[in-house]
């Protein structure tokens, strides 16, 4: 009977902890970076993806991941929108070249940085903030007038997130409706 | 009380979706593609990858992500070794370049291919075994003689496995002395 309440427990606890809510701050207001984020549910990777001037193309090109938090990836699947506390967290590594029997093309390196996006309806008034982490394990929230918020704001094919970039989600975003008007109107995506 | 009965079952039913065996066979003996594997843990991704003669480089690179089973990383976080029943999923897609707001580099596109490898002692006598999907949600083992066993048996890091290109677990493998030692004579890894 006790291991029968036990493995209940354990069933219990997993549930709490996925259906939680994402963020966590501290008293001052920054975002903890969530230690399992590797755990989260992986979006999509580019390589060496630049957004200014054409021609900056690296000799050096990094990887960019992208993860979020798994109960706000069921609910996109769902709804083509992300509920309220979502969290995303861009990973950015080196790219490794002719590492290993690999004799082309490129695997993923060391972490370079860590930043995060979070869309949280009651702390910031423009509902989205995003966080640059570097190595470590908290940071403020970029200010409202950045570059980050005015790109995503501006360019993001769902809500501020760039959905364009994750195949599985665009999919669901187009049988949704839930494509940003100003994306559909800047692209041939209709 | 019947609230609480539900949410102890569905927490039950959580638990045990997680730790239950991955791979599902046909009667006829074929692997079925894991519906939900990009909710998996996702371990890392190259592109233009080549193991063949040096400049074999594609003009048109894809990207290749690869998932395990979640219960068997979880494991090799603890152990540096794969149990028996572990999953992984390679998911070859297109590369796309100078997708809407991005100038340079490569952001991920189409699925090409999904193949599998999966570790399952009693089934197959050389322990590990590969899988073909193409497109389709069934796939044969590859011969015992296949290209794909000899590759993996005799240039993977741990096991039959490349955790030479997955950073993350590259550094719990040297940490738990779990590193192949023909790995480890041919590489500089020591």
């Not at 399992?36 to 992986?42: A, M, P, Q, S």
């Not at 029997?101 to 309806?121: L, P």
């Amino acid at each position: 009977m006790k291991k029968t309440l036990l493995v209940i427990l354990v069933g219990l606890s997993m549930r709490a902890q996925q259906s939680a809510p994402a963020p966590v701050y501290t008293a001052a207001g920054e975002l903890l970076l969530p230690k399992n984020y590797r755990e989260w549910v992986y979006l999509s990777s580019g390589l060496g993806m630049t957004y200014g001037a054409a021609g900056n193309e690296s000799p050096d090109p990094r990887f960019d991941n992208v993860f979020v938090n798994p109960s706000s990836y069921r609910a996109f699947l769902e709804t083509g929108h992300w509920p309220d506390k979502s969290v995303f967290i861009l990973e950015i590594r080196q790219s490794v070249s002719k590492g290993s029997i690999n004799k082309g093309g490129r695997s993923q390196g060391d972490v370079v940085s860590v930043e995060a996006a979070v869309k949280d309806e009651s702390r910031f008034p423009q509902k989205w903030a995003y966080f640059g982490f570097g190595h470590g394990e908290k940071a403020a929230p970029a200010p409202a007038t950045s570059s980050c918020n005015a790109c995503h704001h501006q360019n993001a094919a769902v809500e501020n997130t760039f959905v364009q970039f994750y195949p599985v989600l665009l999919d669901v975003a187009r049988q949704k409706g839930t494509l940003n008007a100003g994306y559909l109107s800047a692209s041939k995506d209709h």
